[in-house]
């Protein structure tokens, strides 16, 4: 298509006239009537991850004209962009996928139980083909400014490339993890080797065949990436600033007898999955730690140990998270697992976590992660006995000296939760700047609106998910999506939540952030692995249950926290 006003406005109203443009495709229902005149969609989506895919989905669902612009190429999100050797889930993957459509459900089969990054993306691929969303999507389009115009109500939103597209309502479902971050290491630049952030990972397959290679950071990408990769390298030299306390990821394929299930037990699952207070199936344990002789907990903590992903946190000892003592028995357990796994006792040492608890940061999920530290052409630097002096031509330069490298692996996180939000130049009210608006860190309702910015709304970003996102996005999406049709159905388009419910839903999560069980300071939960970023929590700390209430508590109150209007 070409690029231009004129093409943009040719397109959206030739979707929103021609009834027979909407072929039922899945279960989208043709358009219900044209879109008010004064914009060329009544829903633009930004972003085509998981979040926004199924947006963009419920938004022609019921009957809004709606677009999707992305900044890459295909669709995915997080999982278009980190395509880096190793990348996979580690929810299990029939509980990351989509639930709106059973047929969906029983005609994908997942091959693994935690899928890898071609599948995922294959996956995203097939839902938006079968769902007919993709000419709905405007790719390799990076939204440089969204202006709200209190006259008409609605968002004038330009992307890179200059187009402009006006939108009654928009949804910034920009992700959370979208905005890789380079540690402030000089002489980045100067490099002649190849160099990679595991957020921004290449199309093209990058050749790590007898490569010197060094990987920094050793969060859930680093620990990911560099048993994969070890194989083949000439040299691995990971590069470790904290670690983590990684555990087995357990991963297995998923058979045709375990597929046959899945099919039968749909609606149990999804009822499961819609209710479940972080989002997964696991079965929580119902004994505390010292409930159990010693005798007990060691088995209790080998079955935990081959358990798979997250259920040494959902299905662990009751207490694990709560109580200092059980958590210190659990790390004890997983240390010694640590030092039964890499031969050097120093090196085991410096694998082993000092300085957090488990829990307190996100744990990352490990296949053979340990393992890799016993290959001969596999080593690990102590960034805090050691720190990077500079990057050089040649390599990496700690206090140690020079070692010299063919690619850098940067695996070092991103700016969490409002990092792509406050770089898309959103203005509000009076021009109100929503980096600016947030500068002490962010202030939503449910995550989803924040006052002074009507029609703006942003699942799955800050206060959003704190356990297996598509979950708590989709209870966001869900809500957002109510929200429109309640909005129509009482004749009004202009809806912007009141400060005080933003406030109360804002302290809140400060409030319940410092409550255990909760992540510390140090978790890049808090914005502290970015430099001059606020120290505020980033999460839903109240999670699920609170998210329901407040949920309900809107449709009960007839949406009394909310500023429902009608545009001049
Ligand atoms: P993470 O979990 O934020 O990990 C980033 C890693 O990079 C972590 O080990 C950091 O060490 C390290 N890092 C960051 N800055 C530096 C500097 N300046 N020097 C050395 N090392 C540094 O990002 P991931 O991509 O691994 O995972 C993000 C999420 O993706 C994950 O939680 C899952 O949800 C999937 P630190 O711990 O700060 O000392």
Known sequence: ???????????????????????????????????????????????????????????????????????????GGTWYWNRYPGAQFDSESYTYAYLFSEELFDEWEWHELFAHQPEIERYLNHVVDKFDLRRHIQFNARVTSAVYDEASGTWDVTDGNGTPIRARFLVAATGVLSIPFFPEVPGRDNFRGEQHHTGLWPAKSVDFNGKHVGVLGTGSSGVQIVPVIADVVASLTVYQRTPNWCTPLNN????????????????????????????????PHDRATFDDSEEERRAFYEKMWSSPGFSKLTSNYTDVLMDETANAEWCEFVAEKVRSLVDDPTVAEMLIPKDHRFGEKRPPFVTDYYETFNRANASLVDLKATPIKRITEQGIETANGVRELDMIVWATGFDFGTGALNRMGIRGLDGLALEEHWADGPTTFLGV????FPNLFFPGGPHAAAGNNPRYNGDQVEFITETLIYARDHGFDTIEVSPEAEDTWTAMVDKWAKQPPSFTEKSYYFGTNVPEKPTRYLLNAGGRPKLFREIARVRDTDYQAFKLSRSA
């Open 1 to 75: 298509m070409a690029k231009g006003v004129g093409a943009v406005t040719l397109f959206f109203s030739t979707i929103a006239t021609a009834e027979t443009v909407y072929e039922p495709v899945g279960t989208i229902r043709p358009a219900m009537e044209p879109p008010n005149d004064a914009v060329d969609v009544d829903v633009l989506v930004v972003g085509a991850g998981i979040s926004g895919i199924y947006q963009l989905y419920r938004a022609l669902e019921e009957g809004f004209t709606a677009q999707l612009i992305e900044a890459g190429s295909g669709v």
């Open 252 to 283: 297995s394929p998923i058979t045709d007898a375990e597929q046959a299930s899945l099919r039968a037990d749909f609606a149990s699952i999804r009822d499961t999955l819609n209710t479940s207070v972080a989002g997964f199936l696991h079965e």
């Open 449 to 452: 609106q924040t006052a002074g």
